[in-house]
């Protein structure tokens, strides 16, 4: 048979355009298609692995079979530009624009304060979209679940919740416009009244499904090829045509949803020439009921399958679709919704992951497979033979997976699935399984019995020696005590496998098992009178996992009456961008058009921790054709390349040595990104290792490795004395992980040379500017009025762009200015190239750093009445191999350590560790939280010890109005006991306890906790100089007034507070007040935006400025005060006067010297308190996440935790202090609720084995 062998066109619709490409590169995805060759940036690139939703699109086919449009959201990221012929697709930009009108669904989310820094926004609205164009009205439910893959790391999603709640059942949908939303509700139809935008709802323009595609089948029937330089791409509509290219290609990958093929691509440098797209070959799609069960062709998609099987739930008798269930209940946590509306069941079963959460089912239900070549067609069972190695089955190279028959259970048939993943939505497991059993008829003997398991060997296998011991058996608590110890055997890991957290694995099949036990035994009680029911306190281990429909609330202030319209202050407004940033027009560094000329900068990092680098060779890289360069240490002088943001101790490009994996050691320069990304991977870096290499903090303690010239130390009183007074002393250790930025921008920057001077612009994601711009000057030789540095907006800091924006944004200086000396040096072209690199997922996390992992070993005295007389911390944190911003982490560390206590005697040390880790670097909070942790962990283990009450004890202890500080800080406006003592009484916290304690004891394998925990956090940075703050603010003609300031806009809502301040002090709508960027040839030397002190500094410096402007114009205003703003801004401007001024603020009577201890270090405190209450379950360590942005009160929740971990414990007769470190992951949990199960597997010694793991 012949193939074809001539390109065809892609055809598409495109927001209701149709599109003919004949030169279609078939290894684009659909989003570098949109974003490269259709110029549409709303689409947004986020992670590159479906991982994010920021790039979440609406597809939509024409269901000929059943006669319908199809809407479908789908990651761009990951969908194949070819997969979409003769489709129509819609994006952001599709749907409505600032001009035209928003749609309800964009309108929704901008005015309920859903959009902070907008990246995620267009993915969000286009899931919601989805949703609503396949039901009009949904429930709040449906919503969560077309969100699963959507990920905001900055409203922590209760905004947008609440905004677009309105269009569900549960939000009365249909009534509310939104309008009305800045005033806490609905307008009530006033705003169209007022000749607004109208009812919302009303503007909805939905582009219509192109009639061309529902007229024509021809785009469905064609047999396709997309030729390209490196891959050839078919698409097959014959069964005959799809078995003739895997003969002919037997190494063919055949691509559905691209899930899996998309990340090996992309991440793991795999290149497959050939790809078959298999899902228009009838009997790869089919579903047919038939006797024995249900048959889907191999490409049918997960979100195909569990409608099916819902419906079949719906339709048969219930024990006929036990599997069915499992399979429904498992699809719920498998992924986000994107991926289940591409990816295919055939493409889970072939990949084979060890950690596929379906292989296990359909192993346990001994599903039918059908596999065909050309010349064979072969039906198996599906049991641990299929499964041949890691990822490896026993199709034959030209054999292809056509369907799977998913069978029905009869009535002695019983069936279960289990996942449990770090969290519950859109992760992978960590262990999975599938259970079968069947009994003798009419009793609970064990006839069969399958148990499957993911997440324990390099394949899905099954627990054998179990199932051969339990035939014969009854269902009672015996099977139980058999399986614990088969279970053990057929299931072994090594203490170094892969994947790590061995004992937590291991108990987990165990728990697992007994959830079956429960589960079986409990209907099976309900049928034979002999089988003893469950226990009552049993019973909760068994149900699904439920979670309550959310519910908010947000309290805003109430602005006087006569506060006039225009001035904003006070008021709920609207983030400024936020209707550009929910219809995609809000511009980031890499949604700016392409410069002419403009080349692409691909970063080539260690991946050795601490090692001599030998020899570097780009050769390679530099034959590639449209690689232009390769950038390194060579490129600048060595006095030039040392950089960092305290001292230089850091490089641009690696010089002889690399100190940390993702250490960068140059760059390649090319004319696009793939190829730049490509060449990228074949420099050759030959390296030798020097030992040794430290990793964690019990490394650098044990080889003495410090930062030894920047120990932090903050002592009051004599804690030997208050030791010596105490009734009783506790010591301990805790230790606190790191945290990544995971911003959902990467760090990004365009330099662009000028043709004079050595001038250069530098467009960077930066928190901080004038550092970036210093820093540049410094490295490129020229003076810093040379360099003009320029932020727009970030999407998302959180601390991580304060330093780390250097790490890319130099590189490409660098690389900018070597194109110039080229031109110089060889007339290569008489351009100076701008050269743009905007990190990928992986590469950000490789060398950017985290949070500050810390580690404290504490001892406190206190008296038995609960209060602390003396408090010792040593905290160590891991610095990393530069020392960036860790000195001034660990500064705010024991700044903030004794949280909210007047604690008389206390000695705060804290220790910098230096390793071989990517420096760690400033995040949300800046070391306060750590502080406060220990801090409170301390409160907690006290009160552990007393048996005392842990909201009593921390009351007893404090601070009140007019205590000292361990720095002698005199604590003023304190509203500390205010906040507690409401925060107890609004939430009920008596109440609360008794009902927590009265479940805990109904329920055995499900206990819930309670905490409450108090804050005070300093305002201020701590190194003084950086309290400073300015501002300029010019006013043209027309009255219109543009302002800038010294902060950057990261979703912050930085640039809206400041318009309120211009507005009150200007009297002028805030219509009038625009901010563009943040430039530093506008206001120059800024301060990071940072340490909470963004809105305090800028404010009062945007103040200052307009307070000149109005000095000046009050001449004016007095001569004609029945004017208005626009005659009074032409009178001074026609009568010669400046409309533009500057403004100024420095932080006053603050400044605290370290060496003496003397000064103020902080100009005020914010207090807070949190209050909650959690539901673990013991056999899994389950648990609802907890959400970070209320940042360290979210430290409730933990402690919450600790308390239902506590409830577990008691029940096996553990009380007193124990050790929880952070996060609360689901393995610390299930492991610290120590029981019979996790008992059979006590912790390899720990130089007995190498481990897969390390916590640094
Ligand atoms: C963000 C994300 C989250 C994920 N979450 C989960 C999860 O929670 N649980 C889980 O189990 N998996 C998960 N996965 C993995 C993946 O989504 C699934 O394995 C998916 O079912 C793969 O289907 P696909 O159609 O996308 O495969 P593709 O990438 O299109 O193909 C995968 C492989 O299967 C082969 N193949 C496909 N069809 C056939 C056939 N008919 N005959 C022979 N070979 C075939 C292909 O040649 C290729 O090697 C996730 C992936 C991503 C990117
Ligand atoms: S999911 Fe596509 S960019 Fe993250
Ligand atoms: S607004 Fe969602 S990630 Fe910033």
């Known amino acids: 048979m012949l193939f074809p062998t001539k390109s065809s066109p892609l055809v598409f619709y495109l927001n209701g355009d149709k599109i003919v490409d004949e030169h279609v590169n078939p290894e684009w995805t659909l989003l570098t298609y949109l974003r490269n060759k259709r110029r549409l940036p709303g689409t947004k690139l986020g992670c590159s692995e479906g991982g994010c939703g920021a790039c979440t699109v609406m597809v939509q086919r024409f269901d000929r079979e059943k006669k319908k449009i199809v809407n479908f959201a789908v990651n761009a990221c990951l969908t194949p530009v070819c997969a979409v012929h003769g489709m129509s697709i819609v994006t952001v930009e599709g749907i409505g624009s600032v001009a035209k009108g928003l749609h309800p669904v964009q309108e929704r989310i901008a005015k309920s304060h859903g959009s902070q820094c907008g990246f995620c926004t267009p993915g969000i609205v286009m899931s919601m979209y989805t949703l609503i164009r396949n039901k009009n009205v949904p429930t709040m439910d449906e919503v969560e679940v077309a969100f699963q893959g959507n990920l905001c790391r900055c409203t922590g999603y209760r905004p947008i919740l609440e905004g677009f709640k309105t269009l569900t059942v549960e939000g009365g949908a249909g009534g509310c416009c939104g309008a009305g939303m800045q005033s806490g509700g609905c307008c009530g139809g006033q705003a169209m009244k007022n000749g607004g935008s109208g009812c919302c709802m009303q503007n909805a323009s939905e582009p219509i499904f192109p009639p061309e595609l529902q007229l024509t089948e021809k785009y469905d029937t064609q047999y396709l090829v997309f030729n390209g330089e490196r891959l050839t791409w078919y698409r097959p509509t014959k069964i005959e045509q799809l078995l003739e290219l895997k003969a002919t290609y037997p190494y063919a990958k055949l691509v559905v949803g691209n899930t899996e093929i998309g990340v090996e691509v992309k991440f793991k440098n795999c290149h497959y020439p050939v790809i078959i797209q298999p899902n228009h070959v009838p009997e790869l799609v089919e579903i047919r009921v038939e006797d024995k069960g249900i048959r889907f062709g191999a490409a049918v998609t997960l979100s195909q399958i569990d409608d099916v099987l819902q419906e079949q739930i ?147 296998v099954m627990a054998r020696t179990t199932a051969s011991s339990l035939i014969g058996h009854q ?30 694995r291991r108990s987990l099949t165990l728990s697992f098992f007994f959830k079956f036990y429960m589960i079986v035994q409990d209907e099976l009680s309900t049928k034979l009178p002999y089988v003893k029911p469950l226990p009552q306190i049993y019973k909760s281990a068994t149900s699904l996992y439920h979670r309550d429909p959310p519910q908010s609330i947000q309290l805003s202030q109430i602005v ?48 050795r921790a601490r090692a001599k680098i030998l020899s570097i060779d780009p050769s390679e890289a530099l034959e590639m054709e449209g690689v232009v360069d390769f950038v390194s240490a060579k490129d600048i002088p060595n006095h030039r390349n040392s950089v960092g943001g305290v001292i230089h101790d850091e490089t641009v490009f690696a010089i002889d040595e690399v100190t940390c994996v993702g250490h960068i050691i140059g760059a390649v320069v090319a004319n696009d990104q793939a190829t730049a990304q490509r060449a990228a991977k074949t420099v050759k870096i030959e390296y030798e290792d020097i030992q040794p290499a430290i990793i964690t903090m019990q490394d650098a303690i044990k080889h003495n490795s410090f930062y030894n010239d920047w120990i932090k130390i903050l002592k009051n009183g004599d804690v030997e004395k208050g030791f010596s007074e105490a009734d009783h002393i506790l010591e301990g250790e805790m230790y606190l992980g790191g945290q990544e ?45 040379r360099i003009v540095v320029r932020t727009k907006r970030m999407g998302g800091g959180f601390g991580g762009k304060e330093t780390r924006g250097m790490l890319v944004a130099l590189p490409v200086a660098v690389a900018a200015q070597k194109q110039e000396s080229n031109f110089l040096e060889k007339l290569i072209s008489r351009l100076k190239r701008p050269i743009r690199c905007m990190l990928d997922r992986d590469e950000d996390m490789a060398c950017t750093g985290t949070r500050h992992p810390f580690f404290c070993k504490f001892k406190v005295g206190f008296k038995s009445n609960g209060k602390l007389t003396a408090l010792k911390l ?48 400033a995040f949300r909070g800046f070391g306060g939280p750590q502080g406060m942790m220990f801090c409170e962990n301390v409160m907690d283990q006290v009160a552990d010890k007393l048996g005392m ?13 007019g205590d000292r500080t361990h720095y002698n800080q005199s604590l003023t406006y304190c509203t500390l006991s205010r906040c507690w003592n409401e925060c107890l009484e609004n939430a009920g916290y008596e109440q609360r306890l008794a009902e927590v304690q009265a479940f805990n004891k109904e329920n055995r394998w499900r206990k819930r906790g309670i905490a409450a925990i108090p804050t005070k956090f300093g305002i201020a940075f701590t190194a003084l100089f950086l309290n400073q703050a300015g501002a300029l603010v010019i006013v043209y003609r027309d009255g219109s007034v543009l302002m800038s300031h010294g902060g950057t806009e990261m979703g912050q809502g930085l640039h809206t507070k400041m318009i309120q301040v211009a507005s009150r002090t200007l009297k002028i709508s805030s219509d009038k007040i625009h901010i563009s960027e943040t430039s530093t040839d506008k206001v120059p030397n800024t301060s990071p935006t940072a340490a909470s002190a963004g809105s305090d500094l800028n404010g009062m410096a945007v103040l200052n400025a307009c307070k000149t402007i109005m000095e000046r114009l009050e001449p004016y205003m007095k001569s004609n005060p029945n004017g208005k703003w ?32 003397t000064g103020t270090p902080f100009n005020y405190f914010c207090f807070g308190a949190a209050c909650a209450e959690v539901e673990i379950d013991c056999l899994t360590g389950d648990h609802e ?18 308390d239902a971990v506590k409830a577990a414990r008691a029940e096996n007769g553990k009380t007193g202090p124990f050790r929880l470190d952070s996060p609360a992951t689901a393995e610390r949990i299930r492991l610290a609720c120590e029981d019979q199960f996790t008992q059979k597997f006590p912790p390899a010694p720990p130089n007995s084995y190498k481990p897969w793991s390390v916590f640094a």
């Open 314 to 460: 719906a339709k048969k008798p219930a024990y006929k679709t036990r599997v069915f269930k499992a399979i429904v209940e498992m699809l719920r946590w498998f992924a986000g919704k994107q991926i289940r509306n591409a990816a295919a069941v055939g493409g889970n079963i072939i990949t084979g992951s060890p950690i596929s959460d379906l292989n296990p089912l359909f192993m346990a239900a001994h599903c039918e497979l059908v596999l065909r070549s050309k010349n064979e067609t072969r039906v198996v069972q599906m049991d641990d033979s299929f499964f041949t190695g890691y990822r490896k089955n026993i199709l034959k190279s030209e054999e292809i997976l056509t369907s799977i028959l998913i069978p029905y259970t009869k009535e002695d048939e019983y069936f279960w699935g289990f996942k449990q993943a770090k969290r519950r939505d859109d992760d992978i497991a960590i262990v999975n399984a599938g259970m079968y059993v069947r009994f003798s008829v009419g009793t609970n003997v064990i006839a069969n019995i399958n148990l499957a398991f993911g997440g324990m060997a390099p394949t899905t």
């Open 475 to 504: 269902w009672n608590e015996g099977v139980v005590d058999v399986a614990s110890k088969t279970l053990i055997e057929d299931l072994p890991l090594a203490p170094s496998a892969p994947g790590g957290m061995i004992e937590f």
């Open 560 to 607: 006087p009456n006569e506060q006039p319209d225009y001035d904003l202050v006070g008021r709920p407004v609207a983030h400024v961008s936020a209707s550009k940033q929910a219809t995609g027009e809000a511009v980031y560094i890499d949604d700016m058009p392409k410069f002419e000329n403009e080349l692409y900068l691909a970063l080539v990092m260690s991946s």
């Open 741 to 785: 930025h995971f911003y959902l921008e990467t760090n990004a920057a365009i330099a662009l040379p000028k043709l004079e001077d050595g001038e250069m612009e530098i467009f960077s994601s930066t928190q901080n500017p004038s550092e970036i711009q210093l820093l540049a000057a410094e490295v490129l030789g020229v003076p810093e009025n």
């Open 874 to 921: 040593t905290m160590y944190n891991n610095a990393g191999n530069s020392l960036d911003l860790s000195a001034s982490v660990m500064e705010r560390a024991v700044f903030s350590a004794d949280n909210a206590y007047n604690i008389p005697n206390v000695d705060f040390t804290g220790i910098l560790c230096k390793t071989n880790v990517p420096s760690n670097t």
């Open 949 to 961: 009450d842990s909201v009593k004890l921390r009351t007893l202890n404090m601070y009140k109005e």
């Open 1126 to 1157: 626009e005659d009074w801004v032409n009178s001074a401007y026609f009568d010669r006067c400046s409309l533009s001024a500057t403004g100024f603020y420095k932080t006053p009577d603050i400044g605290f010297n370290f060496a003496t201890k």
């Open 1185 to 1202: 996440a907890v959400g970070e942005p209320p940042l360290f009160l979210a430290a409730a929740a933990f402690y919450a935790i600790k």
